[in-house]
């Protein structure tokens, strides 16, 4: 055999199995980098998807709240509490009411159970109520339930308030249908679909699968992965074939008993993956061909030429798979062939930072959404009762003069109050959203403590104040620390407001400074109702808060003022045996001052 022909053999196999490596390669990485991608885009549709729900049973609970306090509940519940009303005149009350506020299922039920009025089901009227009577869940919760209907059986989001008349009540229960409307509301990524099984019959029923138009046809594929989850209660996921290759998330959907009434299943198509595997593996060959045919006569040249790009291109893949999404490929000196396939791997990681990018874009748009609806809620609180008192006021003016003063006091003294409420909401929402940057300074803790305590020395020896004992337990040798002295005491005031809330029948208050390996330790301890696992976990999220009227916000500023000194706050609780927060502070200058410097 000839060099000419042993080099072009040896270039040709080096050429074909560089191809070969470089295109298996680039659709592993291309597998791992959709998956990663896929991964987030499921997560966040599975987060958007549970605010939906939220929010469906905030609305839920809101128009029930505006039925509850209608005249026509109110004269419903004044019947029930009498003896010897017709509650047949009441029949027809729930219809106008559940129309009115966009309800498909509304009943007002007496607390014997029995069916005073329905809207979905009138005839009903008389008959026991199959659940309404024994469902406990908290006042502020909405709930998945089966509800009976003339000829079918259907899913719905519900919740249940109770209207007192006397020593009787009127259980008013009522909510939204979980169909295909609900689904048509969500916005979903291209290449998503969300479909919704309604765990209505004993056995997997096909009938009961539903996307956003209607009956899914031909979903036996999806028949064992409904079951698993129906038995287990457990959320699962599974690649269908269905028609072509798709992942499927699949999440229950349990009732207040914990039932599974239901399944979400999430379904991303992997038809773009599929085709970018199959087009680098033609490439791949192509490139391969075409390495075949000009080795003859050129093979230094093209081995010069070949030979580094595809390294480039290589480690460019690598470098996507390990997360970074900017990794590019410099082929200004490589043949045609190689572009080519460099230009196809840009194309590919181009359209993964676009999709990252829209994910991230979502998520930021979802999170202002939730702000917004926060501030709209906390604020709706205070301004109810001010609006009752402006029409008290109104109606005192027929009063006499000395009636009318009274009435006039105590409404300005309401009105004072719920000012100061908006104002604390405000603030705690402006706090939060411009926290200032920190004014370094020598701090001493133990003075920051002792001045903190005696800020509400006057709180707890007011008269009427549940008996709550502070004590002190300072290191003398503590020293100093470079901090914001009044930041640091702001923290600490709303660890102290947290652990006073918390002993409403009094206990101890402890306050204690000592130093550790890592600077200073500050401890604040009360003797309160503890934490569950549940509550520490979220303890520190902005906007969750245990309080009926709280925020949400206080301990989120408390974990921002440590994070900015360079500390660490966590937490130590059990139910019913008080609660610990520990905060430690670095002693020297913290590299947000060092940054600042």
Same mark, same amino acid.
């Given at each position: ?73 109110? !004269?419903?519940?004044?019947?029930? *509490? ?32 029995? =069916? ?59 909510? !939204? ?77 349990? *009732?207040?008993? +914990? ?45 010069? !030429? ?111 109050? +719920? ?146 000194? *360079?500390?660490? =706050? ?28």
């Amino acid at each position: 055999m000839t060099l000419r022909n042993r080099l072009f053999a040896l270039v040709s196999a080096a050429v074909a199995l560089t191809v070969v490596l470089v295109t298996s390669t680039v659709a592993s990485s291309a597998r791992r980098a959709f998956a990663a991608v896929d991964a987030q885009r499921t997560a966040a549709l599975v987060a958007q998807i549970r605010r939906e729900f939220a929010a469906e049973g905030e609305q839920v609970i809101a128009r029930l709240e505006r039925i509850a306090a209608s005249d026509a509940v109110l !004269r419903t519940a004044g019947d029930v *509490g009498r003896s010897k009303s017709d509650l047949s005149l009441h029949v027809g009350e729930a219809a106008p009411l559940a129309s009115a506020q966009g309800l498909d299922f509304l009943d007002l039920v007496g607390d014997n159970g029995t =069916i005073i009025s329905s809207a979905h089901w009138p005839a009903r009227f008389g008959y026991r109520h199959p659940w309404a009577a024994d469902v406990k869940p908290p006042a502020s919760a909405a709930f998945l339930q089966r509800v009976d209907l003339p000829g079918e059986v259907a899913l719905g989001l519900l919740a249940t308030l109770t209207v007192t008349a006397g020593d009787r009540r009127l259980l008013v229960t009522g909510g !939204r249908r979980l169909d295909q409307h609900f689904l048509n509301a969500l916005v979903l990524p291209q290449g998503t679909r969300v479909l919704l099984y309604r765990n209505l019959e004993p056995e997997v029923s096909r009938q009961q699968l539903i996307d956003a138009s209607g009956v899914v046809p031909e979903a036996a594929p999806l028949d064992p992965l409904i079951a698993r989850v129906r038995q287990s209660g457990q959320e699962a996921r599974e690649d269908v074939a269905w028609p072509e290759a798709e992942t499927v998330d699949a999440l229950p959907l349990k *009732g207040h008993d +914990g039932t599974v009434l239901g399944v979400l299943l999430i379904s991303s198509s992997r038809r773009e993956l599929s085709a970018l595997v199959t087009r680098i593996r033609w490439s791949g060959i192509g490139f391969g061909a075409l390495g075949l045919a000009f080795g003859f006569g050129l093979s230094y040249v093209l081995a010069s !030429r070949v030979t580094r790009p595809v390294e480039q291109l290589a480690e460019a893949a690598r470098a996507v798979a390990a997360g970074d999404w900017n990794a590019g490929v410099d082929v200004s000196a490589a043949s045609s062939e190689i572009a080519a396939l460099a230009e196809a791997f840009a194309t590919m990681t181009g359209q993964l930072v676009d999709q990252r990018d829209r994910l991230v874009q979502a998520e930021r748009v979802a999170a202002w959404r939730e702000l917004a609806r926060r501030l709209a809620h906390e604020l709706k609180n205070p301004l109810f009762p001010l609006r009752l008192t402006l029409d008290n006021l109104r109606r005192a003016r027929t009063l006499p003069p000395g009636e009318f003063n009274e009435v006039f006091e105590e409404g300005m003294g309401a009105l004072a109050t +719920g000012l100061a409420n908006l104002n604390t909401v405000v603030g705690r929402f402006s706090d939060f959203a411009r926290m200032p940057v920190p004014e370094w300074a020598d701090v001493s803790p133990n003075a920051v403590v002792q001045q903190t305590a005696r800020l509400f020395q006057a709180q707890l020896e007011a008269p009427g104040q549940p008996a709550i004992v502070v004590a002190l337990d300072l290191d003398p040798s503590a020293g100093s620390i470079r901090a914001d002295g009044e930041q640091i005491g702001r923290a600490l005031q709303n660890l102290l407001l947290n652990a006073i809330d918390a002993m409403p029948r009094g206990g101890q208050l402890t306050i204690r400074t000592r130093r550790s390996a890592g600077g200073i330790l500050l401890d604040v301890a009360d003797t309160g109702e503890g934490l569950t696992a549940e509550e520490r976990e979220r303890l520190f999220t902005p906007y969750y808060t245990t309080k009926q009227h709280g925020t949400g916000l206080g301990l989120a500023i408390v974990q921002a003022v440590v994070t900015d000194h *360079g500390g660490k =706050i966590w937490v130590d609780s059990t139910p019913a045996r008080g609660t610990t927060f520990h905060i430690e502070l670095p002693v020297g200058p913290t590299p947000c001052e060092k940054a600042a410097l």
